[in-house]
């Protein structure tokens, strides 16, 4: 048996994860899917200064309220900001092994939102403005991303549109703040909008991405949209399972 800790990227709760949930515990694992601060039933909490740290620590209380050791900490999008942060600089004891869904480590000193080309920034930065009361970044036109995305179905378009709320968006625009610790831990990349090559391509060219090369890194291709726990739940978590650690 093994322990994954589940976290959501922009605009999810714990909800996101119930199909890859349910087949973890199916195969014997215990899951803990975690709700972020001001997201999903937690939406109530949101706050102009919920923020990275904020975040960081719902997963540090986590594993520590939950007494939680040789964790398989699993990030998705946003959330491997927060997961990096979480094991390199509070709990790395407690982590066995990190893994980033369609993601990656940011360096020292980078926000999420510094990934983003200007133009990106400068329209979500609009959109907050106009449409999230200055401090939140209202969720995307589901239906549209999933136009080009032949295995997400109506239903999935339909439950992201009922369930999904704005994020706070000081979490996109706190630095990371590592220590370095995390660099010892193995990790395990699930590529859905990439490609093992073209994750190769930017950490050799890119500053940003430069903690994405290493003997420390496996790359596991799952070619969908970028929430594949939502349009191949199954395949992901056999992924999981696979690559959980052995003694």
Not at 207 to 232: D, F, I, K, V
Request: glycine residues 6%; proline residues 8%; contains cysteine.
């Amino acid at each position: 048996m093994t322990t994954f800790v589940l976290v959501p990227g922009f605009w999810l709760g714990a909800w996101a994860w119930r199909p890859v949930t349910a087949a973890l515990r199916g195969l014997g694992h215990e899951v803990y899917p975690l709700s972020l601060t001001g997201l999903s039933e937690r939406a109530h909490l949101a706050r102009p200064d919920t923020d990275l740290d904020v975040h960081v620590t719902d997963v540090v209380n986590l594993l520590r309220y939950e007494d939680l050791h040789d964790v398989v900490l699993v990030g998705h999008s946003y959330a491997g900001a927060v997961v990096t942060t979480a094991a390199a600089d509070r709990m790395t004891d407690c982590i066995a092994q990190l893994v980033f869904v369609d993601t990656g480590p940011l360096p020292d000193g980078v926000a999420n939102e510094d990934f983003s080309p200007p133009q990106v920034r400068e329209r979500n930065a609009a959109v907050v403005a106009e449409h999230g009361d200055g401090w939140r970044l209202p969720p995307p036109p589901w239906a549209e991303l999933a136009a080009g995305a032949s295995d997400v179905d109506e239903s999935v378009v339909a439950l992201l549109g009922e369930r999904s709320v704005a994020q706070p968006w000081a979490t996109a625009t706190t630095p990371v703040r590592l220590t370095g610790a995390w660099e010892k831990l193995p990790r395990l990349g699930v590529l859905s909008s990439f490609t093992v090559e073209q994750v190769r391509e930017m950490a050799a060219t890119m500053p940003l991405c430069q903690h994405m090369a290493g003997n420390s890194w496996r790359y596991e291709e799952l070619p969908t949209w970028h929430w594949p726990m939502l349009s191949r739940p199954a395949e992901l978590a056999q992924i999981l399972h696979q690559a959980r650690p052995t003694a």
